[in-house]
């Protein structure tokens, strides 16, 4: 019996579908007889043999993609990581990264592994299997690093350049004025990395740690035993005001905190909640 022969068009429709190389496509094609489902199945056990190879590798490249809700009540934020910048960059791998996020708003799943067992783009294979599926395209090792959502009266978003971070903030109001305040917040989230809204949102331990940091500095200062908490108090301050969000100094005017740019919109605003990922 000959060799089956494949037509440059069904190897075109299956480097279509998988995105794998055109020989890739013409050999999974010829091992699986012309069979179309069956050399996706070929592909696919590719990249799971690629992807245990590469498991031990580190993913720190990658893509991080925000994205809101059009009613601007939900938004979430994801990373897809890879091993080389020169992936992270393909416009492919990005696109690849946008329909994840894409799918995370519509269905707004739970965490990283509810989100992976949902179907990628109908083609009844879940997100899992697709990031399975690209690994033996690209031959490197991606994984679904990070997924954080957020529900608000209002979301924004804001992906720093490159794809290198990306941020989604909740206010506690919605109108279309607050969108430009939004963004300008969630762009102070990705600069400034503050830790929590304002002080209610930093755990007990962390404080009782920098007031006990706060003693021992003055301590070594030579400060009498009398006004160590005092001291230690004052630095707790000043660690509030650099590491909660609210409380920082505004990037784009250092004259006011965000929570006074905020008030200059509506009297009332504030943010409810961040979420912030970044690569590395």
Known sequence: MGAVKISATEVKKLRDQTGAGMMDCKKALIEADGDFEKAIEVLRKKGQKVSLKRAEREAKEGVVY???SH?????????????????????????????????????????????LEIPYNGNGISIKEKIVEQVGVIGEKIELAAYEKLEAPQVSSYI???YKAGVIVGLNKNHDQFDRVGKDVAMQVAAMKPIAVDKNGIDEHMVEKEIEIGKEQARREGKPEAILEKIARGKLNKFFQENTLLNQDFVKDSKKTVDEYLKESDPDLTVLDFRHVQLG
């Open 160 to 162: 720093h350049m490159g």
């Open 66 to 68: 925000a994205i809101v």
């Open 71 to 115: 009613d601007k009540k939900k938004g979430v934020v994801i990373k897809l990581s890879c091993e080389t910048d020169f992936v992270a960059k393909n416009e492919s791998f990005i696109a690849f990264a946008k329909n994840i996020a894409g799918i995370a708003i519509m269905r707004f799943p739970d965490d990283v592994d509810a989100l």
